[in-house]
């Protein structure tokens, strides 16, 4: 807290972290599944290490403009992500080659326009703001969104099973004085405690 209190409104990344790597963890409907992806932590903003990693890792131009606001007591915060779908790859140039296409310098300077106030007022519907930035577009499709939701996959049986695998003295070097083992899962955050009775010796 003394170290965050002692740095400027706008800090740097390097200033917050220091040197560092990005690791973005992308879980993925079957067959694809988990994967991740780690880049070196750099940009002035977390933002803009994100987009570093899009082009990087997946050679796909992309805008990211995010904002948080405390007004009250009440903390909202919103994000703008706009990302130059990749053209197919049978026959086409592949579409990192040709970063300079006009069409997605156009959208890239719209979407940079949205103004932090749009991002977080919770009154402003999300379709006026796409209308707002795009309306001179030739074509805009809004399509129904899902909701967010927190979630894993994670839960105490996986987490047994894996246990049940290791050998029975790295088993017993991993069991705390009160006879459990506690697992934190990196995606969730949830930290599961399983006994030691639990197991399949």
């Not at 932090?116 to 577009?137: G, K, N, Q, V, Y």
Request: net charge negative; with cysteine; aromatic share 6%.
């Amino acid at each position: 807290r003394d170290r965050l209190a002692s740095q400027p409104l706008e800090s740097s990344l390097m200033a917050l972290f220091g040197k560092g790597y990005l690791a973005i963890t992308f879980d993925l409907p079957e067959p694809r599944g988990r994967n991740q992806g780690i880049v070196p932590l750099e940009g002035a903003s977390l933002a803009e290490a994100v987009q570093n990693y899009f082009f990087q890792s997946e050679q796909i131009p992309t805008l990211i403009r995010v904002a948080v606001d405390e007004t009250d007591g009440r903390i909202s915060a919103g994000g703008l992500l706009v990302q130059h779908l990749p053209e197919g790859e049978e026959g086409r140039e592949r579409l990192h080659v040709q970063l300079d296409h006009p069409e997605w310098e156009h959208v890239e300077i719209m979407g940079g326009s949205v103004r932090a106030a749009e991002l977080t007022d919770i009154a402003l519907p999300l379709e006026d703001l796409l209308w707002r930035l795009f309306s001179e577009s030739d074509e805009v499709r809004l399509l129904s969104g899902k909701p967010c939701v927190k979630g894993c996959r994670c839960n105490e049986d996986h987490i047994r099973d894996v246990i049940a695998r290791f050998p029975k003295e790295d088993k017993e070097d991993m069991v705390d004085e009160a006879g459990n083992i506690a697992i934190d899962c990196a995606f969730c955050s949830k930290t599961f405690m399983i006994t030691r009775a639990s197991l399949n010796n």
